[in-house]
């Protein structure tokens, strides 16, 4: 079946570090990757996506490359803000499947 | 547009009890999902509805049942509640998107603010 690993936290950066968190998954066929970021009290919203190889979703200077001989899609971001703490999740849906696999969620907090 | 919207906010149940807790999207999706969240275990599926008149379970389906009452509305039920079922509450709802070749991708998963159920 459909798994998403990614990196335990919680991770603590000052503001204007550099951030990565770590996924890898396991999929039975060619999924459609994303990361989903959930503010203070709120619910998920999508932060990016990619759905081929190779491809980079961006958003809100946040990038993650879709890499499938690696399994994996990093999300980065290159110089942190307090307004980026949160929970982020990395996620995956297969061809023509109608669900989504989580991982377990990183909790981010910068401070200033 | 109010995107979805989970009804209530907060909820204190005894051990016992029954509950529905709703959800309405306006976005005109045809998907719709019900995710339990759990400190360290991500979100999990409960259950999902692909399309009006279709339910289906997710991961953990067990304690609970939903009904898709229409296209918009989605509701979830603890016949008796118990305390692992305390826990926040999302629900969700999306599209697929067509791709160039034809092959369809599941599209954002647009989620309510949730619903943060006790059990005692």
């Known amino acids: 079946g459909n798994s998403v690993t990614q990196m335990e936290g919680p991770v603590t950066l000052s503001e204007e570090a550099f951030l990565t968190i770590n996924c890898t998954y396991t999929?039975?066929?060619?999924?459609?990757l994303f990361w989903y970021v959930q503010y203070p009290g709120e619910g998920l919203q999508l932060l990016l996506k990619?759905?081929?190889?190779?491809d980079k979703g961006s958003n809100k200077g946040f990038e993650a490359t879709y890499r499938k001989e690696t399994t994996s899609f990093h999300l980065e971001k290159g110089s942190v803000q307090v307004s980026d703490s949160a929970v982020y999740f990395c996620?995956?849906?297969?061809?023509?499947?109608?669900?989504?696999?989580f991982g377990a969620g990183t909790t981010v907090t910068v401070r200033a | 547009n109010a995107g979805v919207t989970q009804t209530p906010k907060f909820q204190v149940l005894k051990t016992g009890q029954s509950m529905t807790l709703q959800c309405a999207q306006d976005m005109n999706h045809n998907s719709m999902y019900w995710y339990r969240q759990d400190p360290g275990m991500g979100l999990r599926l409960i259950y999902y509805s692909a399309s009006e008149g279709t339910t289906d379970k997710g991961e953990v389906p067990n304690g609970y049942n939903v009904s898709r009452l229409n296209k918009r509305e989605f509701s979830l039920r603890l016949e008796s509640a118990a305390p692992s079922q305390t826990s926040v509450y999302f629900c969700?709802?999306?599209?697929?998107?067509?791709?160039?070749?034809?092959?369809?991708?599941?599209?954002?998963?647009?989620f309510g603010p949730g619903t943060r159920l006790t059990v005692t």
């Open positions: 996620a995956l849906s297969d061809l023509d499947d109608y669900k989504l696999s």
């Open positions: 999929a039975t066929g060619y999924p459609s």
């Open positions: 969700a709802s999306s599209d697929f998107i067509r791709g160039l070749a034809g092959d369809r991708f599941l599209g954002e998963q647009y």
């Open positions: 990619a759905t081929k190889a190779d």
